[in-house]
């Protein structure tokens, strides 16, 4: 699903103007593609782009000095798993496992960072990656595989989200019973 795509900037504005006005600047600066461009909860903007990685540097530099102060949040990923990208656009089937890991955070940016280091840390299958719609501006990643690995998952996606301070929570569960899937995923 990843072909092409060698990196991936996003920066999280929390102003909808400036976040359209910065995007517009990102696009202008550098041979970068959108990828997601979007509202999101509450009262944001989502800006997303891939290229080649001086590209993608360029515009999130660019997007973070355009976006100045609404600029809350922001992520560069060289080679981002096509688990993520593929997470991104809906929810993917999966059936490798019984344990369920979420991973929930304050920033879209930051729960896509979070699940991309997750699915590289251990055998787990992402299921979503929902980004601030209904949430309140939050995120949430669900990923599946055996506990151990989603125990290692987990810690490491919410590592990554600890180290800045959006990191709301990280739960794993053993095993979802099948009744919840349907409602929850």
């Known amino acids: 699903m990843n072909a092409g795509i ?6 999280e504005f ?3 103007a400036l ?7 990102m696009i202008k600066s550098a041979r970068v593609t959108p990828l997601l461009l979007k509202t999101i909860c509450p009262g944001k903007f989502l800006a997303g782009f891939h290229g080649d990685v001086a590209s993608t540097r360029t515009a999130e530099q660019v997007g973070i ?19 993520v ?14 344990a369920v890991g979420i991973i929930e955070t304050f920033s879209a940016a930051t729960c896509v960072a979070a699940a991309d280091v997750a699915v590289k840390t251990a055998a787990v299958d992402l299921i979503e990656v929902r980004l601030a ?12 595989g055996d506990v151990a690995s989603v125990e290692a998952a987990a ?23 099948p009744e919840l899937f349907p ?3």
Do not use: W
């Open 14 to 16: 929390n102003s909808i």
């Open 155 to 177: 810690d490491a996606g919410a590592a990554v989200a600890a180290q800045s301070g959006l990191l709301v929570r990280k739960v794993v569960i053993p095993s979802m019973a």
């Open 133 to 144: 719609m209904g949430l309140g501006g939050k995120a949430i990643c669900f990923f599946r």
């Open 85 to 98: 990208l593929a997470a991104l656009c809906c929810a993917v089937e999966t059936s490798r496992g019984p």
């Open 65 to 83: 000095e355009v976006g100045g102060a609404a600029a809350v949040d922001h992520f560069l990923i060289p080679n981002i798993s096509s688990q």
């Open 19 to 25: 976040g359209v006005k910065a995007a517009d600047a």
């Open 6 to 11: 060698q990196a991936v900037c996003m920066v």
């Open 183 to 185: 409602y929850i995923l």
